[in-house]
């Protein structure tokens, strides 16, 4: 069974940072593929940044390239995303997500079978 569990979100000021933490309570969380989405009031879920089960490989939408970072702790079963110079457009509910058994980076929603319930991301201009 996996069960995502997000937290981290809150609100903070335009140039400052967060650091999201995804945690798992599944048994082979080191052979997950993570992947962070968003979604902001209005607008679809969008792909944020990705990273692979060795963590060796990260992926990163053109909209956060440079300034978000994915990384993982699979001894904690954690995945975590640092977020730095945070602006407005960054507000959004964000959600993480896992593919069990996968060795590549994952991009899209589809590719992912389990999600967590998100945390609240708002950046104040």
């Known amino acids: 069974q996996v069960q995502l569990v997000e937290s981290g979100g809150g609100l903070v000021q335009a140039g400052g940072s967060l650091r999201l933490s995804c945690a798992d309570s599944?048994?082979?969380?080191?052979?997950?593929?993570m992947g962070w989405f968003r979604q902001a009031p209005g607008k679809e879920r969008e792909f944020v940044a990705a990273?692979?089960?060795?963590?060796?490989?990260?992926h990163y939408a053109d909209s956060v390239k440079g300034r978000f970072i994915i990384s993982r702790d699979n001894a904690k079963k954690t995945v975590y995303l640092q977020m730095n110079s945070l602006k407005p457009e960054d507000t959004a509910v964000y959600y993480c997500?896992?593919?069990?058994?996968?060795?590549?980076?994952?991009?899209?929603?589809?590719?992912?079978?389990?999600w967590g319930q998100g945390t609240q991301v708002t950046v104040s201009s």
């Open positions: 990273i692979s089960w060795s963590g060796g490989s990260t």
């Open positions: 997500a896992a593919d069990p058994g996968s060795t590549a980076i994952l991009t899209t929603e589809d590719e992912y079978h389990y």
């Open positions: 599944g048994r082979t969380f080191r052979r997950y593929a």
